[in-house]
């Protein structure tokens, strides 16, 4: 919201001398979020003067252009002779001219100086050499064709005047981010009442001005009472729609943020940054029987105004005639009775549209408005007359006509509803004393009806306040109106001893194991959508597809919360991939959601003037869905860098099952790997993780499809984990192993098993079969082929013995690998490959 300071003036006397720093830092103390300030015009600076064109002489160069040469009165002694390009002017406008020594837009200097055969002394403006634009719409009695000059209108000074107070050229302005509690604030009413606040100065308000009567107007009904409360229809006739908007109208718009386009487009617009009331003017000529509002039909179709057809849902909001569509309601109004030059009747619509209702159909077109973004919010549902009112009374004035009498006036707001705390809540809260009086001085100065009794203040929310809805809003404004700035800081006493929890330590070993095997930890929103389902080939029946759903998802694409890691994962390493980083490796430690049995108890409501008791907790944790923690790792291109010493290593399924095995390690713990088949990764490039006889996650290499939908590198592969799986395993106490320091013994042995033995499976026998003199049991090598057989393959194993308290003989290291070669034969018919 950008707000001119000239017209917060209007409302409040602030000081002459007002710094507009101070302004906006007393703003930012009271809540509103201060984004920039600006001065526009502060860079055209020097002699900007009104001039008459008393004549000039249009002469055509050997280059082709036509220029004139004028001869302008500025006030002095006698006229200056000025070279002009442009033609839409006549002898006896007045103009505004630079004079030498002034600086235009963009540090252009203006001098006397030779062009075009003359000494042109000083500069006739356009709108744009002076920082107003090209499509300023200027007032009925100034205007500026299009690539000519700003002629300015007869009332509008004499020749040696300051041209800048005729343009409206320099002014503040204060450009906020309205928090969605802050709706009042999207209003140069609303920014203005907290002013006054700020300085302590009076307030004067808009919104008391005359409003339309109710009574005959044109007709109306409303459908849906629940999605629209108020309807205010008030006509104007015998309007010029092609009057040109006031120039100080049309540039307070143009500070706000808006392009003027025409009066009646300026007008409603001035209207709504003013009141914050939504306004929508009908052609009442191109209407077609009465006003109704309702639900729309699955089969009908509307053109807005931005030119687009639109497909409508049966939860939109409409506005209608005898033909159907002409508008959405709260959102934007329909092409079919859009005003035009030609418009000579308006029919001023003033309504006040249910906040979901809107922001649903706004985001169901992708069609974000200015009227949306305040119907959303929650605007005054009472103040609609007045708008109405103030619209019509613009119109006539400026363009023209008379308003009617009375108004179609449809249904009445609803208010606040009346709120009651303890007196002593607000210090409660605060930390410092609160005197009755100043809560109810403070819940006064926002607008609330107040009065105390027995110790509880009782409270009626202004009607432009819709988020005061409980005892803890009451007290925010009490503090934020009493100062912020007042609240003690006092840090708690931190407890000693205490230090980080085991969970907290267990994470921060996953932590560091990754980031020292050269993974970087990424964060993503923990939203996902059907889309992603499909992405990772999930099945229907597959219980990761049962994700709880948003209420009020950020994005309508990704509604649910997530029940893997992967797909935030893989986004992220598609946006580096995309980026020229071929060679990733990325890990996130976070939570997923899983909805777990139905029926769960609703969440209690907390106060904010303790800390929640233990019972209270538990209803909140019995209210949530279970958020295991997990630990997913992306992983693509190549591990290592080329360089002298040959080529860098490609990544492969076997780099994800590392990353399994390192972070037990990181746990103490010697996790077993297992062929699995399971989406979203390739089959027989896949592992499952199996801690004792659970299984705590999967890894592998990503299906070629997963891969493409995602657009990462082919082959990259992946890991996801169940921490909360690992962590209760992981033992408080590691006792260091033993050193030996007498000589290793080593043999290797190759066996021949079925290809669907897995290598796991053979380690484990060998491991167990060598019994306590086996340190390490490593595969080295993995064979196919025609030597061991079809349906076959050889594994070749790397063992080595030692014993704690001598050094093993030949005939003791035979004996433990022969036992070793035996279990593997007996349990997983292995044999000696010769």
């Known amino acids: 919201m950008r707000v001119p300071v000239s017209w917060l003036r209007d409302y409040v006397d602030l000081p002459q001398d007002l710094d507009v720093a101070e302004l906006a830092n007393r703003l930012t103390l009271l809540g509103l979020r201060v984004e920039t300030l600006e001065a526009p015009g502060a860079d055209v600076t020097g002699p900007l003067v009104v001039g008459r064109v008393q004549t000039f002489e249009a002469e055509t160069h050997s280059n082709g252009k036509t220029v004139r040469w004028c001869q302008v009165d500025v006030g002095e002694t006698a006229p200056r002779g000025i070279v002009c390009g442009a033609a839409n002017f006549a002898e006896g406008d007045l103009v505004v001219v630079a004079l030498p020594g002034a600086v235009l837009s963009g540090g252009y200097e203006i001098t006397a100086r030779s062009t075009y055969g003359h000494v042109s002394d000083g500069m006739i403006c356009s709108s744009g050499e002076l920082g107003l634009g090209d499509e300023v719409q200027l007032h009925d009695s100034v205007h500026q064709a299009q690539g000519g000059i700003i002629v300015l209108g007869r009332d509008d000074g004499q020749p040696g005047d300051d041209a800048a107070g005729a343009l409206h050229l320099r002014d503040h302005v204060i450009e906020f981010e309205i928090n969605p509690d802050r709706a009042y604030a999207l209003s140069v009413r609303g920014v203005a009442r907290e002013a006054a606040t700020a300085y302590g100065l009076q307030f004067r308000d808009p919104a008391n001005g005359a409003a339309a009567e109710p009574g005959d107007g044109y007709p109306v009904s409303v459908e849906d009472p629940q999605g629209c409360d108020v309807f205010v229809a008030l006509e104007v006739e015998g309007l010029d729609a092609t009057a040109r908007s006031p120039r100080w109208l049309a540039r307070r718009v143009q500070l706000a943020g808006m392009r003027p386009i025409s009066l009646p487009v300026d007008v409603t617009n001035y209207v709504m940054l003013e009141l914050g009331q939504p306004i929508h003017g009908y052609d009442k000529a191109r209407l077609q029987g009465p006003i109704v509002v309702r639900r729309a039909t699955s089969d009908q179709t509307l053109t807005t ?287 997923v959601f899983v909805p777990g049995v139905a029926g769960r108890p609703k969440a209690p409501e907390l106060g904010v003037d303790r800390a929640p008791t233990v019972e209270e907790f538990k209803q909140l944790e019995a209210a ?97 984990l169940d921490l909360d799986a690992l962590m209760p395993q992981a033992p408080d106490i590691v006792t260091a192993p033993d050193i030996s320091s007498y000589p290793v013994g080593k043999e290797d042995v190759a066996v021949v098993v079925d290809a669907s033995v897995s290598a796991a499976a053979v380690e484990a026998a060998l491991r167990e079969g060598g019994g306590e003199l086996v340190e390490s049991v490593r595969l080295f090598d993995a064979y196919t082929g025609e030597q061991v057989g079809p349906g076959k393959r050889s594994l070749a194993f790397a063992l080595r013995f030692r014993a704690p308290d001598r050094t093993l003989t030949d005939l003791e290291i035979k004996a433990a690998r022969d036992a070793a070669v035996a279990l593997a034969a007996d349990r997983l018919g292995a044999s000696l490959r010769s």
């Open 624 to 720: 949530l869905p279970d958020q295991p923690l997990h630990l997913g790792v992306v992983v693509a291109g190549t591990r290592g860098e080329r360089g002298w010493w040959g080529a860098a290593r490609e990544v492969s399924w076997a780099d994800a099952v590392q990353v399994a095995r390192d972070v037990g390690g990181a746990f103490h713990l010697a996790v077993d790997v297992e062929a699995a088949h399971r989406s979203p990764w390739h089959p027989g490039r896949c592992a499952r993780i199996v801690l004792g006889e659970s299984t705590v996650g999967h890894a592998g290499e990503l299906h070629p499809i997963v891969c493409t939908a995602y657009g990462v590198p082919a082959r990259t592969v992946a890991v996801e």
């Open 305 to 591: 105004l931005d030119g687009v057809t639109r497909t409508l849902d049966p939860e939109d909001l409409l506005i209608t005639d005898d033909r159907g569509p002409i508008g959405l309601a709260g959102v934007m109004g329909g092409a079919e009775t859009e005003m035009s030059d030609a418009t000579t009747s308006v029919v001023i619509e003033a309504a006040h549209f249910d906040p979901v209702v809107t922001a649903r159909c706004a985001r169901r077109h992708k069609l974000p408005s200015e009227a949306s973004k305040r119907f959303e919010r929650g605007i005054d549902p009472t103040i609609a007359q007045v708008a109405a009112r103030r619209v019509a009374d613009l119109l006539v004035r400026h363009g023209g006509g008379r308003v009617a009498s009375t108004a179609t006036v449809v249904g009445m707001p609803r208010l606040p509803e009346q709120i009651s705390i303890d007196a002593q809540l607000p210090s409660a809260v605060a930390g410092f004393p609160i005197s009755d009086a100043a809560a109810l001085a403070a819940l006064s100065t926002v607008g609330c009806r107040v009065s105390v009794s027995d110790g509880r203040i009782s409270a009626q929310p202004a009607p432009w306040r819709l988020d005061l809805a409980a005892p803890q809003d009451l007290v925010e404004e009490v503090l934020r109106i009493v100062g912020y700035d007042k609240i003690p800081s006092v840090l708690p006493a931190a407890p000693p001893g205490r230090g980080l929890t085991r969970r907290q330590r267990l994470r921060r070993r996953v932590g560091i194991a990754l980031a020292a095997s050269g993974y970087v930890e990424s964060l993503a929103y923990p939203f996902v959508g059907e889309r992603d389902w499909d992405a990772l080939r999930l099945h229907h029946d597959d219980e990761r597809r049962a994700a709880l759903r948003l209420v009020n998802p950020l994005s309508e694409h990704e509604p649910l919360l997530r029940t893997t890691l992967l797909p935030g994962l893989l986004r992220t390493l598609a946006r580096n991939a995309g980026r020229g980083q071929a060679h990733v490796g990325l890990f996130e430690m976070g939570s």
